[in-house]
Every structure is written in C-alpha cells, then in structure tokens.
C-alpha cells in the first residue's frame, strides 16, 4: 500500500516529458531509452542520493535536456564523463550518441552501482564504468574528449581532466551562466595544461526552455 503511494506520488510530481525530446533523441528507440531512464531517475534518485528533493518538477528540463542537446558536440571516438553522478551527462549521452564510446569516471560506490544497473537496464553496449577519481585514472593521455558537468570550477577541473584527453582532443564541460568568468579565472591554469580556442557557446536557445552553456577547449602541447 504504501510503496504504490509512493509511486502514484512521484509520478504526479515528475515533470511531463517536454515534445521536443523525441526531436532531440533522434529515434524512437532512444526516446524510449530516455523515458525509462529519468522514470527510474525519479522513482529512486532522492533516495539514492542522486538528485535532490526539488528536482523532480524539471528533471527532463534542467538535467535530461540540458544533457542531450550538447550531444551534437563530441567526436567519434572515446569520451570520458568525470563525476558522472547519476548519469548526467553520461547516461543521457550515452543515449543520444551510440557512435561514441563514453567512459562513465565516477569514485562513490553507490553511485558506480547506479550507473551499472541503468546500462544493464538500457542494454547501452557503448559504456564502460570505471570506478575512481579522475586523478587515479591509469590509462594517460588517451581519451578524444572528456567532458563535466556540475562537478567544480574550470581552474580545479582543469588538472583532473586535461591529462585524461590526447593532444588535439576536446574539454567540453556543461556549465551555468558563469562560465566566462570561469575562463577568466582559469587563465593560469589554460596555460598550464595546454588548453587553446576556450570559449563558451550557448546551446538550444529557442529550442529548449532551459539552454545549455558548453566551455570549450582543445588540447595543444606542445
């Protein structure tokens, strides 16, 4: 009795699917994908410590959307998500581009579990998880891109995730409205790991209620 209140609880409270997911998706199948994907969110993120009480009412608007609409930037190729969370960007990433490799950098056990169970769920075959912080990451310069989103400031992101990504690859990190004066604030540190053509672009304006900042950069060393 009381788990089905609960249910019919969350779903009231869940925000309904905004129409221009399926365009932003691109196909049935990975709508689906999405849709199975933030209810799962919504039925066990508060408890799981994965989201917070108040994001329910917008969480296709402020985390799913906001997500998916940066898919369009990264290369074909292996990309790192650092902090990876609840899957946000990741999982939703991992949705949007089945073109690309997405390596899911996440060190909190519960949510490593998370993340696991969600790619099982999905049957997203173009994910791996690799359970540590971004400064135990073994492989080297490797990754095409390496992307973060709420995770911390561009100047202390800049030396956890710039030594993941090759000469030539991409940051691309989803941010708030700061995000130039996060580049302002990081020049020291732009200069340090190599990052050239740092510049913010405004993502989905017109097509989503809430529109996504993309900080950019590329890796050049010398």
Same mark, same amino acid.
């Given at each position: 009795m009381?788990d089905g209140?609960v249910?019919r609880e *969350?779903t009231?409270?869940?925000?309904?699917?905004?129409a #221009?997911?399926a *365009?932003?998706?691109?196909n049935a199948s990975?709508?689906?994908?999405?849709?199975r @994907?933030?209810r799962?969110?919504?039925e066990?993120? =508060?408890?799981r410590g994965?989201?917070?009480?108040?994001e329910? %009412?917008?969480?296709?608007?402020?985390?799913v959307?906001?997500s998916v609409?940066?898919?369009?930037? @990264?290369?074909?190729?292996?990309?790192?998500?650092?902090?990876?969370? /609840?899957?946000l960007?990741g999982?939703v990433?991992?949705?949007?581009? %089945?073109?690309?490799? +997405?390596?899911?950098?996440?060190?909190?056990e519960?949510r #490593?579990?998370w993340l696991?169970e969600?790619?099982?769920?999905l049957?997203?075959?173009?994910?791996?998880?690799?359970?540590?912080?971004?400064?135990? +990451?073994?492989e080297g310069a490797v990754?095409?891109a390496? *992307?973060?989103?709420?995770?911390?400031a561009?100047?202390?992101?800049l030396?956890? *995730?710039?030594?993941?990504v090759r000469?030539?690859?991409?940051?691309? @990190?989803l941010?708030?409205?700061?995000a130039?004066? =996060?580049i302002?604030a990081?020049a020291?540190?732009l200069?340090?790991f190599?990052?050239?053509?740092?510049r913010?672009?405004l993502?989905?304006? &017109?097509? #989503?209620a809430?529109?996504?900042r993309a900080l950019r &950069?590329?890796? /050049?060393r010398?």
């Amino acid at each position: 009795m009381a788990d089905g209140r609960v249910s019919r609880e *969350t779903t009231a409270a869940v925000e309904a699917e905004p129409a #221009v997911a399926a *365009t932003l998706f691109g196909n049935a199948s990975a709508v689906d994908q999405a849709r199975r @994907f933030t209810r799962a969110l919504a039925e066990q993120g =508060e408890e799981r410590g994965l989201i917070g009480p108040l994001e329910l %009412p917008r969480l296709w608007t402020r985390h799913v959307l906001n997500s998916v609409i940066a898919a369009p930037l @990264f290369p074909v190729g292996r990309v790192g998500d650092v902090g990876s969370g /609840a899957g946000l960007p990741g999982i939703v990433l991992a949705i949007a581009r %089945p073109d690309v490799q +997405w390596v899911l950098i996440e060190p909190m056990e519960r949510r #490593v579990a998370w993340l696991s169970e969600q790619v099982d769920a999905l049957g997203l075959s173009n994910v791996e998880i690799v359970r540590a912080r971004a400064e135990e +990451w073994s492989e080297g310069a490797v990754l095409d891109a390496v *992307t973060a989103r709420a995770v911390s400031a561009l100047r202390t992101l800049l030396p956890l *995730t710039a030594p993941l990504v090759r000469n030539g690859g991409e940051l691309i @990190f989803l941010k708030g409205q700061n995000a130039q004066a =996060e580049i302002d604030a990081a020049a020291k540190q732009l200069r340090t790991f190599n990052v050239v053509d740092t510049r913010v672009e405004l993502l989905g304006e &017109g097509v #989503v209620a809430e529109p996504t900042r993309a900080l950019r &950069g590329r890796i /050049a060393r010398r």
